[in-house]
Each structure stands twice: as C-alpha cells, then as structure tokens.
C-alpha cells in the first residue's frame, strides 16, 4: 500500500531557531499533502493543505510565515517552523491522499521547543 | 460546514466484552466518513469508510459502523475487544477539497 515517510520522528531545537519535517511519498505521486498538528491528548488540526507546484492553503489563524510548507515534487513535502518557540512545541503529522477517498499518514514528528 | 462529534472521550470495557464507541455528525448533504485508530507512538491507521455505498461497513480487526441518517450518526462497534484495541479513536469526515476534520477522538482502554 501507499507509505509515507516522516522524518525526523523527533527533535529538539532551541528558542529562535528553524527545523524542518520532511514527508516523502514512497511508492506513489502525492499531488496533495496536508500537515496536522496535534497537542498531548487532543485531535489533530489541519494546518495547511499543499498541491505540488502550488503554494500551500493555510487554515484560520495558521502563520504562514511561521509555518513555511514546500511542496516542490509530487514525492516532497516539507514543513519548516521557522523561529520556533516553546508554544510551538507539538506533534506534527504529513498526510497524503492517494484518491478515492483515500488518505496516508506519516508516522509523525515530536517537536520540543527549549 | 462538515462536523463530527465524538460523545465520549474515554472508554473502558473489558476484555472479550463489545466495544462502542458513538460519533454524530453534522453535514448538509450526504456525508463521506472515516474511523481511524492511533496507537501510541505509531501512525494513524483507516479502520473503515463510508462514501455513500452500504449503511453497514466493515472494517479490519472485526471493526463495523452503521451509517444511520435518521439519527446522524456513524458509530463504531466490535463485538469482543481485544487487548491490542487500547488506542485513540477519530472520527473523521470529508469537508472537500479532499480535507478531513477530526473528531476530538475516544481513548479505548480494555481491561483484562
């Protein structure tokens, strides 16, 4: 089936700093990607949907500054949090869609902002 | 707007004992809906869809859920748990442009 790969699965930075999560298509072409966050015990909020070639669709209240989302092949997506800062830290997930209704998640990134 | 409410946000049974968990959902037509399974530390999993065809579907694992349009719901059952069940639990529907908004989620946990 269609796999996602996500990495790194778990940083570290410090206050100020950028760090970037890549989501790779393994075995297919994703046209479409999208980047969740999601806090201890929550649901996940969709934070922006990516089209290859395209610049990203963010959700209300997402910084697109902050959050810088490339999607420059149909295999690469990536997420850059730039300065990042302790509220920052979360679990972020890539997922893509594979048609029909049909959606695969990467394994996530713990982000720890200190 | 699509929405999806999950009523509990924690359950317990017992091992070899039925599982359900409840999700309503709100939507001005016919809905696409989704059930997905996280487990710790590990990526979410599809356990089942709905996308117009029959009422009842079945899932892997011997997850089932009834699309019930009189009642807007979409709940998930399994007729015995089993240990390896204890996971988060979505609720999922398809808000278009091929998005999907998440439930707040159920926390399974089976006690032995």
């Known amino acids: 089936g269609a796999v996602v790969s996500q990495h790194p699965s778990r940083v570290i930075c410090k206050s100020g700093t950028s760090v970037k999560i890549e989501c790779r298509s393994l075995d297919f072409q994703a046209t479409t990607m999208f980047w969740y966050r999601q806090f201890p015990k929550q649901s996940l909020m969709l934070m922006a949907t990516?089209?290859?070639?395209?610049?990203?669709?963010?959700e209300q209240g997402v910084e697109k500054d902050k959050f810088l989302i490339n999607h420059a092949s149909l295999t690469l997506s990536t997420l850059t949090v730039t300065s990042a800062h302790p509220e920052d830290s979360s679990f972020y997930i890539c997922?893509?869609?594979?048609?029909?209704?049909?959606?695969?998640f990467g394994s996530g990134t713990r982000l720890t902002v200190v | 707007a699509q929405s999806v409410t999950q009523l509990d946000s924690h359950v317990s049974v017992s091992e070899g004992t039925p599982v359900l968990l409840r999700c309503n959902y709100s939507?001005?037509?016919?809905?696409?809906l989704f059930w997905y399974v996280q487990h710790p530390n590990k990526g979410l999993q599809l356990l089942l869809k709905y996308t117009s065809a029959a009422t009842l579907v079945k899932g892997i694992n011997g997850f089932e859920a009834e699309f019930k349009k009189s009642e807007t719901s979409f709940h998930l059952t399994k007729p015995s748990a089993h240990m390896s069940d204890a996971a988060e639990y979505f609720c999922v529907v398809y808000t278009g442009r091929r998005a999907l908004t998440f439930g707040s989620g159920t926390r399974l946990q089976v006690q032995p």
């Open positions: 939507s001005s037509y016919s809905p696409s």
């Open positions: 990516s089209n290859e070639g395209s610049k990203a669709t963010y």
């Open positions: 997922s893509a869609y594979t048609g029909d209704y049909g959606y695969t």
